[in-house]
């Protein structure tokens, strides 16, 4: 029973390019949660999607972020036009559909602007 | 908004000692409040969790106890031990927003 998995672990990036960061889900989860984490600081909320659909990205900057979770494949979140702020770990969680069933990580994809 | 409280951000402790970490948490229809335990350079894993018609569970060294009243949960580690040095993060969620917020971590430091 795989966990949750990120791809890529690590990823380099110059200024002004895209980074696409993906997250497949525990299988039978359909939840999928993405947070930041800056060096020595606590992990912040970005957002949370569920099949098609998000539902909260009211952790997300409006510009140049964005994510989705398609009816097939990994959940994707994509920054545009990276700046060197946008350097940190990105994680994803998922759960299940019930009401408090627990969030389980991914292992993380570490971003590194230049 | 809402928020959780966490505290204290770094605890020292000898080894063999035991440890508390505190958590505040603002929406009083939360109703699951996890524990997770960070290494470096690693995912947060889930140690322990807490519903809330609970209000104590025990699992081996860890603890986590529930004030619903005062909206507060607590974390418990008795005697501890080198490789419990971490970062812990206490969440709570909510139902119906499926929302779950984290508290800013505790660093701590088991002194062998």
């Known amino acids: 029973n795989a966990g949750v998995m990120q791809n890529p672990r690590h990823l380099v990036r110059r200024r002004g390019q895209e980074a696409r960061l993906r997250c497949s889900p525990m299988?039978?989860?359909?939840?999928v949660y993405w947070y930041r984490q800056l060096p020595e600081e606590g992990l912040k909320f970005m957002v949370y999607?569920?099949?098609?659909?998000?539902?909260?990205e009211s952790g997300m900057p409006k510009e140049r972020f964005s994510a989705e979770f398609p009816k097939e494949g990994p959940s994707i979140l994509r920054i545009q036009q990276v700046v060197r702020g946008d350097s940190a770990a990105y994680f994803c969680?998922?759960?299940?559909?019930?009401?408090?069933?627990?969030?389980?990580f991914g292992p993380g994809t570490r971003l590194t602007v230049l | 908004g809402e928020n959780v409280e966490q505290h204290p951000s770094t605890l020292s402790v000898q080894e063999g000692d035991s440890a508390v970490i505190k958590c505040t948490y603002s929406?009083?229809?939360?109703?699951?409040f996890p524990w997770y335990k960070q290494e470096l350079g690693k995912r947060p894993q889930l140690i322990i969790d807490?519903?809330?018609?609970?209000g104590e569970k025990k699992d081996q060294r860890i603890a986590v106890t529930l004030n619903k009243t005062a909206k507060h949960f607590s974390l418990h580690i008795t005697e501890t031990q080198p490789e419990d040095s971490a970062v812990y993060f206490c969440?709570?969620?909510?139902?119906?927003?499926?929302?779950?917020?984290f508290g800013t971590g505790t660093r701590l430091k088991v002194l062998a």
């Open positions: 969680a998922s759960s299940t559909a019930g009401a408090t069933d627990t969030q389980y």
């Open positions: 299988k039978g989860h359909s939840h």
């Open positions: 999607l569920q099949k098609e659909n998000i539902i909260d």
């Open positions: 929406d009083s229809a939360s109703n699951y």
């Open positions: 807490i519903r809330s018609n609970v």
């Open positions: 969440a709570s969620f909510t139902s119906g927003t499926y929302k779950y917020i």
